[in-house]
């Protein structure tokens, strides 16, 4: 896990008490992937986030890696201090499981999911591993998360998605029963992190 590269406090105080964001990548991915739409957040004066959710090879399951997400925001924020969440991928559903599933709600003030299979995805059953059987569509992990969406409510929630998506199949599969859904013409599934529109968007509508 990345630490933080400043007090909590400080950080806050420096970004007129607006919340961190925390930027989750998804499978098989770290980091990394997560600088371009990191450095528009850190360039409109936000503090950023970055954790490594590890295994990232969907091996472990995605409460196993939501508890590690908390474990890691207790360390990393104030006490009291609330975050957003943007979360691509498998990104988003650690979000989600956390918020749902592992007391996330006090801590979460807007959740955003990019591309995440909230539905599942097909591209699920050509993969082994715990966290990858649980994003297959109709699994019990995902059914289970549906029958109490309700426990998202007093969380901002939008999820992105794009209909050429190939890696969300069906791309439609990226759509919350909860929240906003946006659909946006993007070429493939990586495009979400690589649009600096799309970036100035997310921006704004985190802002606080």
């Given at each position: 896990?990345?630490?933080?590269l400043?007090n909590?406090s400080?950080a806050?105080?420096?970004?007129g008490?607006?919340?961190?964001?925390v930027?989750?990548h998804g499978?098989?991915?770290?980091?990394?992937?997560m600088?371009?739409?990191?450095?528009?957040?850190e360039?409109?004066?936000?503090r950023?986030?970055?954790?490594d959710?590890?295994p990232?090879?969907?091996?472990?399951g995605l409460?196993e890696?939501a508890?590690?997400?908390?474990?890691?925001l207790?360390?990393?924020l104030?006490?009291?201090?609330?975050?957003?969440?943007?979360g691509?991928s498998?990104?988003?559903?650690?979000?989600?499981?956390?918020?749902?599933?592992?007391?996330?709600?006090r801590?979460?003030r807007?959740?955003v999911?990019?591309?995440?299979?909230h539905q599942?995805?097909?591209?699920a059953?050509?993969?082994?591993g715990?966290?990858?059987?649980?994003?297959?569509?109709g699994s019990?992990?995902?059914?289970?998360?549906?029958?109490?969406a309700?426990l998202?409510?007093g969380?901002?929630v939008a999820?992105y998605?794009?209909?050429f998506?190939?890696?969300?199949?069906?791309p439609r599969?990226?759509?919350m029963?909860v929240g906003?859904n946006?659909?946006?013409?993007l070429?493939h599934?990586?495009?979400f992190?690589?649009?600096p529109?799309?970036a100035?968007?997310?921006v704004?509508l985190?802002a606080a």
């Open positions: 896990m990345l630490q933080p400043e909590p400080e806050n105080a420096r970004t008490g607006a919340p961190t964001v930027i989750l499978i098989f991915r770290d980091h990394r992937l600088r371009r739409l990191s450095g528009a957040f360039q409109a004066g936000r950023v986030l970055t954790p959710l590890t990232n090879n969907g091996s472990v409460a890696l508890m590690q997400l908390g474990k890691y207790e360390e990393n104030g006490p009291d201090e609330q975050c957003d969440i943007i691509h498998m990104g988003g559903m650690v979000a989600r499981t956390y918020i749902q599933r592992h007391g996330g709600r801590r979460v807007k959740l999911t990019l591309a995440s299979p599942g995805t097909l591209l059953w050509l993969l082994p715990q966290g990858v059987r649980e994003l297959r569509p019990v992990f995902l059914r289970d998360l549906a029958s109490d309700h998202l409510e969380v901002f999820s998605w794009t209909p998506d190939a890696i969300i199949v069906p599969s990226s759509e029963p906003r946006r659909r946006v013409l070429p599934h990586r495009a992190l690589e649009r529109r799309l100035r968007e997310l704004a985190l």
